[in-house]
């Protein structure tokens, strides 16, 4: 026992000199890049907020600490570093390199719902479904929706018109069940009826994994799945993605099942039905279905009703631009309220307002990728397997390219504003060869619903832009919604419901 002893005991201090010495060569590898002072092994985790937004808010901080070139900081959670980009420059280095397209770490705890959906697959999962999926997100496919976007934009138009006049609302809690019925309809051909029912169960489970999700990012003990199906609430988050699952599985097996399609929406198809045809031709798995249906779900109503809820914030804070906007879309719709896909590129002033709100309020603040190669930035080499946050949420507000970076100004997307931008200043979307592939389907979601809003109500913000304070997760929400006052400016048409033969 005295030669085991002996033996285990050298084995266990080789391996703690050795991963020492590994972690002080790595340390000594990044110490050209800014970073607050930390220690050795356990990193900023003295300094670490006890909550990720606290946690997140700190980082930006740290980031604030070194506003000038090159705009890339260094953190480090216990031994591992992370190191953070908010230079359009450099972001570009990473989102354009073909050996960069794996996603960090934050993405795991979504692959018990979205398995290995388009968002959370490995490079060699995403590549070929990237390449099978791009054609369903052609503008001849998605113009088709248009009418589903407008079905549900007026379902929301005649909530609002039923509340009490006077009285704040809070925006975002509406637009959500929105959204999510509008994913639904487009991605399974089924309605949800949310914005009717939100206790349906399928609305429930929706809200309740992303809750979890949440809570889960915000405690380290927890990202290991034994501690968090042992002592966590895995067994809830089991509970409504098995929820999730079986909604999408049942509608998937109706699709397959009915030999007779008349019960469709006539003359369109739902994205279900073209990942069925690829799956009935041998170029999709029947099990993949599921998760890409489910990955559409999941990123298909949080960023669009995010995008939506904040833009018309932002309109309720600036009555000029507002009134400018309401007058393009009257101009454009004429006497109709019907959006038709032909509106939509003539609605160029409400573009720009829109783009400058995603570039103040992007959605998705912050991405992760994991190199999977050493890079080069700045005169210092990042190993392999690092993991990079790409700050668009900062990328957003560099005076290089955008003066008076806090100013809500959409002239900054007119046409002649544009020339010369770093083509990386704005991405909201992402971009590269990895980017959002419904970014098309997205804004036009985005331009429907915030038509008929603008078109039906004046927009008063109850916050001002100063007081609003949003929390920065995988979503920027704003910390408790966002409240408005709605002024009716014109009446509800009636009709133009699509039919749906079941």
Same mark, same amino acid.
């Given at each position: *026992?005295?030669?085991?002893?002996?033996?285990?005991?050298?084995?266990?201090?080789?391996?703690?000199?050795?991963?020492?010495?590994?972690?002080?060569?790595?340390? %000594?590898?990044?110490?050209?890049?800014?970073c607050?002072? /930390?220690?050795?092994?356990?990193?900023?985790?003295?300094?670490?907020?006890?909550?990720?937004?606290?946690?997140?808010?700190? $980082?930006?901080?740290?980031?604030?600490?070194?506003?000038?070139?090159?705009?890339?900081?260094?953190?480090?959670?216990?031994?591992?570093?992370?190191?953070?980009?908010?230079?359009?420059?450099?972001?570009?280095?990473?989102?354009?390199?073909?050996?960069h397209?794996?996603?960090?770490?934050?993405?795991?705890?979504?692959?018990?719902?979205?398995?290995?959906?388009?968002?959370?697959s490995?490079?060699?999962?995403?590549?070929?479904?990237?390449?099978?999926?791009?054609?369903?997100?052609?503008?001849?496919?998605? !113009?088709?929706?248009?009418?589903?976007?407008?079905?549900?934009?007026?379902?929301?138009? !005649?909530?609002?018109?039923?509340?009490?006049? &006077?009285k704040?609302?809070?925006?975002?809690?509406?637009?959500?069940?929105?959204?999510?019925?509008?994913? @639904?309809?487009?991605? *399974?051909?089924?309605?949800?009826?949310?914005?009717?029912?939100?206790?349906?169960?399928? $609305?429930?489970?929706?809200?309740?994994?992303?809750?979890?999700?949440?809570?889960r990012? !915000?405690?380290p003990?927890?990202?290991?799945?034994?501690?968090?199906?042992?002592?966590?609430?895995?067994?809830?988050?089991?509970?409504?993605?098995?929820?999730?699952?079986?909604?999408?599985?049942?509608?998937?097996?109706?699709?397959?099942?009915?030999?007779?399609?008349?019960?469709?929406?006539?003359?369109?198809?739902?994205?279900?039905?073209?990942?069925?045809?690829?799956?009935?031709?041998?170029?999709?798995?029947?099990?993949?279905?599921?998760?890409?249906?489910?990955?559409?779900?999941?990123?298909?109503?949080?960023?669009?009703?995010?995008?939506? /809820?904040?833009?018309?914030?932002?309109?309720g @804070?600036?009555?000029?631009?507002?009134?400018?906007?309401?007058?393009?879309?009257?101009?454009?719709?004429?006497? /109709?309220?019907?959006?038709?896909?032909?509106?939509?590129?003539?609605?160029?002033?409400?573009e720009?307002?829109?783009?400058?709100?995603?570039?103040? @309020?992007?959605?998705?603040? *912050?991405?992760?990728?994991?190199?999977?190669?050493?890079?080069?930035?700045?005169? $210092?080499?990042?190993? !392999? &397997?690092?993991?990079?946050?790409? %700050?668009?949420?900062?990328?957003?507000?560099?005076?290089?390219?955008?003066?008076?970076?806090?100013?809500?100004d959409?002239?900054?997307?007119?046409?002649?504003?544009?020339?010369?931008?770093?083509?990386?200043?704005?991405?909201?979307?992402?971009?590269?060869?990895?980017n959002?592939? &419904?970014?098309?389907?997205?804004?036009?979601?985005?331009?429907?619903?915030? /038509?008929?809003?603008?078109?039906?109500? %004046?927009?008063?913000?109850?916050?001002?832009?100063?007081?609003?304070?949003?929390?920065?997760?995988?979503?920027?929400?704003?910390?408790?919604?966002?409240?408005?006052?709605?002024?009716?400016?014109?009446?509800?048409?009636?009709?133009?419901?699509?039919?749906?033969?079941a």
């Amino acid at each position: *026992m005295g030669l085991l002893s002996a033996f285990l005991f050298v084995t266990v201090v080789t391996s703690i000199v050795y991963f020492i010495a590994k972690h002080l060569q790595l340390r %000594n590898q990044l110490k050209g890049i800014n970073c607050p002072r /930390s220690y050795p092994l356990i990193g900023h985790g003295l300094l670490k907020k006890p909550d990720m937004e606290g946690f997140i808010n700190q $980082v930006m901080g740290m980031a604030q600490m070194y506003p000038d070139s090159p705009r890339m900081v260094l953190f480090w959670l216990g031994p591992v570093p992370v190191v953070m980009l908010y230079s359009a420059r450099l972001v570009e280095k990473i989102l354009n390199c073909s050996q960069h397209l794996n996603k960090g770490i934050a993405y795991y705890f979504f692959e018990s719902w979205l398995g290995q959906g388009i968002i959370t697959s490995n490079v060699d999962n995403w590549r070929p479904k990237r390449k099978l999926l791009t054609p369903t997100f052609h503008y001849d496919i998605l !113009k088709d929706f248009v009418p589903i976007f407008n079905d549900q934009a007026q379902i929301l138009v !005649k909530k609002f018109a039923s509340l009490p006049e &006077g009285k704040p609302v809070e925006l975002m809690s509406y637009i959500t069940l929105c959204a999510l019925d509008i994913i @639904c309809e487009t991605s *399974m051909g089924k309605s949800l009826n949310a914005q009717l029912d939100k206790e349906s169960e399928y $609305v429930k489970a929706v809200h309740t994994v992303n809750d979890l999700v949440q809570k889960r990012t !915000k405690s380290p003990l927890y990202w290991n799945d034994y501690f968090y199906n042992k002592f966590g609430e895995g067994e809830t988050e089991k509970k409504c993605i098995d929820i999730l699952h079986s909604f999408t599985n049942k509608i998937a097996e109706r699709r397959k099942e009915l030999e007779d399609k008349q019960w469709r929406f006539e003359g369109r198809r739902a994205f279900l039905d073209l990942l069925l045809d690829m799956a009935n031709s041998g170029q999709l798995e029947a099990s993949e279905i599921q998760e890409q249906v489910d990955t559409l779900m999941f990123a298909g109503h949080d960023t669009t009703s995010t995008g939506s /809820s904040w833009a018309l914030f932002l309109f309720g @804070c600036y009555p000029e631009i507002q009134r400018k906007v309401q007058e393009e879309i009257d101009e454009v719709l004429e006497d /109709s309220d019907y959006i038709l896909p032909e509106h939509l590129p003539r609605l160029k002033y409400l573009e720009c307002c829109l783009k400058e709100s995603l570039r103040l @309020c992007t959605p998705v603040p *912050m991405i992760m990728r994991k190199l999977g190669a050493d890079q080069e930035l700045e005169g $210092v080499t990042l190993p !392999k &397997g690092t993991q990079v946050v790409l %700050n668009q949420y900062m990328v957003h507000r560099d005076p290089m390219y955008w003066p008076d970076p806090e100013k809500f100004d959409p002239d900054r997307f007119l046409p002649e504003n544009c020339i010369g931008r770093h083509p990386f200043a704005f991405i909201p979307f992402s971009a590269g060869s990895r980017n959002c592939i &419904g970014q098309r389907f997205g804004l036009m979601e985005i331009k429907v619903v915030v /038509s008929w809003m603008l078109r039906h109500f %004046n927009v008063t913000a109850v916050q001002r832009r100063c007081d609003l304070k949003s929390k920065i997760e995988i979503i920027l929400r704003p910390q408790d919604g966002i409240h408005v006052f709605l002024e009716k400016r014109r009446a509800i048409a009636d009709g133009f419901r699509s039919s749906l033969i079941a």
